[in-house]
C-alpha cells in the first residue's frame, strides 16, 4: 500500500487547525468555569452580534445547562425568526430544551417579533417561525401560526402559510 506524500503546507496547516482546536477547548473549560449569570449575558450579547461573536456563542450553546439555555430562550427564538447561517444552530438550541416547556413559551416569544416587525421583513418571520414549528412538530402550534399567515393581507406571508398548511394537509 502507498502511503501518499504529504506537503510541509498540507502538514503545517494541519497542526495550526490541531493548535487552535486546542486553543478553543481550553477557552471554552475556561468560560464555562465562570459564573453562571455572566456565562448567560456574555452569550446574550454575543448572538446579537455577526459574525464571529454570534458563532463563538451557538457553539458554546451546547455545553451549557438547561437552566442557562432555558434564559437564553428569547433570544434564541429572535435568532431563529430570520434567515443567516446559524439560524440552524439556534433551532437546535430550542429543540434540545423540554419539549413541553418550549411549547408553553414559543407563542409568547414570537408574538412581539410579528407584531413589531417591520413590512418587508414579515414575509421572513413568519416563513422562519413556521419552519421553526414545523421542527418542533406540534401540529396544533404549527396550524395556527399557519392559519394565521393564510389569513395575512400581505401575500408572501399568505402563501408561507398555505404551503404550511399544505403540508400538514398530506
Known sequence: MNTPTLSEQSVSHWHGLVNAEIAVRNSLRAFLSGPSAERVEL??????????ERA??????????ESERMELFP???????????????ARD???????????????????PLLAGSSEQAQFEEYRRLLELYEQLGDSALIRRLAERAAAHHDEDVREAGQDTLGRLAS
Open 43 to 52: 452569550i446574550r450579547r454575543a448572538l446579537r452580534q455577526p459574525g464571529g
Open 56 to 65: 463563538a456563542a451557538c457553539r458554546a450553546l451546547s455545553y451549557l445547562s
Open 75 to 89: 433570544d434564541l427564538v429572535h435568532l431563529a425568526s430570520w434567515q443567516h447561517g446559524l439560524i440552524q444552530s
Open 93 to 111: 438550541a430550542i429543540r434540545r430544551l423540554p419539549r413541553a416547556w418550549v411549547l408553553a413559551r414559543i407563542e409568547a416569544e414570537a408574538e
